[in-house]
Nanobody, 115 residues
Framework: QVQLVESGGGLVQAGGSLRLSCAASRIIGSITTMAWYRQAPGKQRDLVASILRGGTTDYADSVKGRFAISRDNAKNTVYLQMDSLKPEDTGVYYC?????????WGQGTQVTVSS
């Protein structure tokens, strides 16, 4: 099993920055895929960014050039650096992992971007 704990959310003005952290209970080098999803009020949960075990990253078109996903294997932590935030980035951000074909979710962290 994998436990995921997110942190770093909060309230920020448009144009500001936040860095989200996702601490995993297992060595992340053994986890196939880690990702961040976002769920805005009344909407479905959508993929924001992902990083594979080999380091390949992918981003939703809406965040390309503004967000960056990275991993620190020594700390078993994945980060999401969010710059130039927009009000439409508001939502609950969830950490996600695939390990041995099982999927795991964190509890989520709220990000609110004011205009």
């Amino acid at each position: 099993q994998v436990q995921l704990v997110e942190s770093g959310g909060g309230l920020v003005q448009a144009g500001g920055s936040l860095r989200l952290s996702c601490a995993a209970s297992r060595i992340i080098g053994s986890i196939t895929t880690m990702a961040w999803y976002r769920q805005a009020p009344g909407k479905q949960r959508d993929l924001v960014a992902s990083i594979l075990r080999g380091g390949t990253t992918d981003y939703a078109d809406s965040v390309k050039g503004r967000f960056a996903i990275s991993r620190d294997n020594a700390k078993n932590t994945v980060y999401l650096q969010m710059d130039s935030l927009k009000p439409e980035d508001t939502g609950v951000y969830y950490c996600y992992a695939i390990y041995l074909s099982q999927t795991y979710w964190g509890q989520g962290t709220q990000v609110t971007v004011s205009s």
